[in-house]
């Protein structure tokens, strides 16, 4: 192909916030995949393609897509800029859904599996595109709040669902952008902040339902110059919709939230902080062992982070550092500790990053480091203490531990020529435990523009994991943990097209997992000294997954703007076949029960001045079957579950109906734990 002009580079000056050198309509630029476009945002620099240098498609979809700063990497990108795809649900979108808590709102993801054990966040276990919830990264404000002891408790996030800006969800491994423990994907919750610059304001809300239900919650926001603070708290409560076989509830809860954030910001310098804390106790059911009908659990979660950025010269820095504590009690036997004694837990995990960034000729580069302590005292996970710690509260003491490090380095180069955006990079990762040496996880991605509205993508990238502490040690209620279990390892490849107009959105996207050492529980058959069949912690070996996800949106306001019934709708489908060669009569728990088949849609109408209707649909195929407490297996029942909100909104206040189930299904998520039926909550809130 031959130019008309020579392609020429721009050089970044110290002043350099601009991203885009252009030459007629051929364009270089050198981005860091996240934190560079971001930082020229901040400085009042748009991140956005000069029209000069842009094509059409991308002038379009300016116009039509709001600007969202991906934060939920190192460096923040705008969602349209991103070379990989990246579904964001924003704030309008989390309000609208019937929903009450930020994990079902992960329910309108179609690669996403949300598998509950009880309702409203009660124990929700969330993977993509066939993991496990071990497998993911959780973050809040790009801060990685993993808990290495189980995934069980990853989300339970200490904001409420009215503190959300956005939820960003991230498909596939991603390294060197999320973090080793980004295994099949990533979702960052990003909190908002007040409209305004100045002045203060407060908001309320308070909801009622079925089984017992009430939950409230508060917020305030003071802005003055150029500090910003907000404070919110929460708390919830319900019954439950099960007894156990002696007539006791075994699957009420009751949550508390609260939630601090503030900001600083001048012409040199960024700075963000938080700290959260949330407390649940729920009744565990058969969540854990289908043999104990009266489970029960506590939980807490305390994080603190802070987050600084530098925004003059060529040369810049992206600090941060944090602390998060998890602390779980668990009762086998719901409050009767003569028989089974319960299990304590506390994780402590301190972290640090440093990322920077410089321009060159070439493009801009990133690198950084990372180092993550974790460090666990329990009674009944790890090794045997040399000196045991006080369990408060209690005449027990932890008397086993864990404790390892983590150090991860990451280089990454990104440039785009004309329509053609190319990002690469490694992570080198080192882990203390088992004494494991230095691993390289290469990756990449490109996008290239096709034409007006069309655009293709593909990519490369390989992660690993490090076995959770209960995978590690968890041996008891019929359990046996392989306290030599190896990391898990998966690289994959990922090609789509997506399409953007105005009023329409559609995309694509096929994958390929490829597993090394994947780690699940399993049942074999194998019995234990009392008789009984247990479950064990094994490496699976090798495993490959193939997946095809297509999602299509419809923007009716724009597109038949004469008709005002219907405001949009959006439809997805995601299938997944996995291949795996295991002995007949192996039931798993995680690796081999997954979605194959996940279809939503959801509908939003105006019916009548200030009154709206949203409904949700899903479809789920389940493979993968269970055993009841009779040892007899069963396979997953396929279900649809219908979902609506009916709301009136004013200026300063709304009120909402919500019905979940609302045609009554028997379903599960997991074998043995039923899910409630039909779930009503009415609701109001107020915003000062």
């Not at 916030?17 to 030459?23: D, M, P, R, T």
């Not at 779980?328 to 995990?349: A, M, Q």
């Not at 728990?589 to 109408?605: D, I, P």
């Not at 019916?607 to 709206?612: A, S, V």
Request: proline fraction near 3%; aromatic fraction near 10%; charge should be positive.
């Amino acid at each position: 192909m031959i130019r008309r002009k020579p392609l020429k580079f721009k050089r970044f000056g110290n002043k350099g916030y601009s991203l885009f050198g252009v030459l007629g309509r051929e364009v270089l630029v050198g981005t860091l995949s996240v934190s560079t476009l971001a930082h020229a945002k901040a400085a009042g620099i748009s991140t956005q393609p000069d029209k000069a240098g842009a094509d059409s498609a991308v002038v379009a979809s300016t116009r039509e897509l709001q600007v969202v700063e991906v934060r939920g990497s190192r460096a923040p990108l705008t969602q349209r800029q991103q070379a990989r795809r990246i579904t964001v649900l924003s704030r309008d979108e989390i309000q609208a859904a019937p929903v009450q808590s930020v994990n079902d709102v992960l329910k309108l993801v179609a690669g996403a599996d949300v598998r509950q054990k009880g309702p409203m966040g009660a124990l929700t276990d969330v993977s993509i595109r066939g993991g496990s919830s071990e497998q993911i990264a959780v973050l809040l404000n790009g801060i990685n709040i993993c808990d290495p002891q189980t995934g069980h408790n990853a989300f339970d996030y200490p904001v409420d669902k009215a503190d959300i800006d956005h939820i960003e969800v991230l498909e596939g491994p991603a390294a060197r952008v999320y973090g080793t423990s980004s295994l099949v994907g990533a979702v960052n919750i990003v909190t908002r902040r007040a409209a305004s610059r100045q002045g203060a304001g407060a908001s309320a809300r308070i909801e009622g339902g079925s089984y017992g239900y009430l939950s409230a919650g508060a917020r305030a926001d003071v802005a003055s110059g150029r500090l910003y603070q907000s404070l919110s708290g929460s708390c919830l409560r319900s019954d439950g919709y099960s007894r156990s076989e002696a007539g006791r509830l075994n699957a009420d809860y009751k949550t508390g939230k609260a939630f601090y954030q503030g900001a600083y910001s001048d012409p040199d310098l960024d700075i963000q902080w938080h700290a959260g804390l949330s407390l649940k106790d729920y009744g565990s059911n058969t969540f854990y062992s289908v043999r104990y009908d009266d489970q029960f659990e506590h939980t807490l979660k305390a994080t603190t982070a802070l987050q600084a950025q530098t925004k003059r010269g060529g040369f810049h820095l992206r600090p941060a550092i944090y602390w998060n504590r998890n602390m779980d009690r668990f009762e086998l036997i719901r409050g009767d500790e003569s028989k089974v004694p319960f299990n304590y837990h506390r994780t402590d995990i301190f972290g640090a990053n440093l990322n920077a960034w410089f321009d060159s000729p070439l493009g801009r580069t990133a690198l950084g480091m990372e180092l993550r302590y974790e460090d666990m005292v329990s009674t009944t996970l790890g090794e045997t203490l040399v000196r045991p710690r006080h369990v408060h509260h209690t005449s027990r003491d932890y008397t086993r531990g864990l404790d390892r490090t983590n150090l991860q380095l990451f280089v990454e180069h990104n440039i785009v020529i004309s329509r053609l955006t190319l990002s690469a990079g490694i992570t080198a990762v080192e882990n203390s435990q088992a004494d494991m040496n230095l691993r390289v996880y290469p990756g990449w991605d490109a996008s290239w523009q096709l034409a007006d509205g069309w655009k293709l993508f593909a990519g490369y990238n390989a992660s690993l994991r490090m076995p959770s502490f209960t995978e590690l040690y968890y041996s008891v209620g019929g359990h046996k943990a392989d306290s030599h279990l190896r990391p898990e390892e998966l690289s994959a490849v990922e090609a789509g097209l997506k399409y953007s107009r105005a009023g329409v959105q559609a995309e694509t996207n096929v994958f390929h997992n490829h597993y090394k050492n994947l780690i699940d529980w399993i049942n074999d058959g194998s019995i234990d000294p009392e008789g009984k069949e247990y479950w064990q912690s094994v490496n699976f070996g090798k495993i490959n997954a193939t997946g095809l996800e297509v999602n299509a949106a419809l923007d009716f306001a724009t597109l038949l703007p004469s008709q005002h019934l219907l405001k949009s709708m959006s439809a997805g489908w995601c299938w997944i076949n996995q291949k795996q060669d295991s002995k007949p009569g192996v039931v798993s728990q995680y690796a081999l029960e997954y979605l194959r088949n996940k279809f939503t849609a959801s509908a939003a109408f105006h019916l009548w001045r200030n009154l709206d209707l949203r409904a949700d649909w899903r479809l789920q195929h389940r493979v993968g079957g269970y055993k009841d407490i009779d040892g007899r297996l069963h396979g997953y029942q396929t279900y649809g579950i219908l979902d609506g909100r009916l709301a009136w909104t004013e200026q300063k206040w709304n009120v909402y109906l919500v019905a979940n189930n609302l045609l009554n299904r028997d379903y599960a998520d997991y074998g043995n734990v039923r899910q409630p039926g039909r779930w009503m909550v009415a609701g109001a809130a107020i915003t000062l």
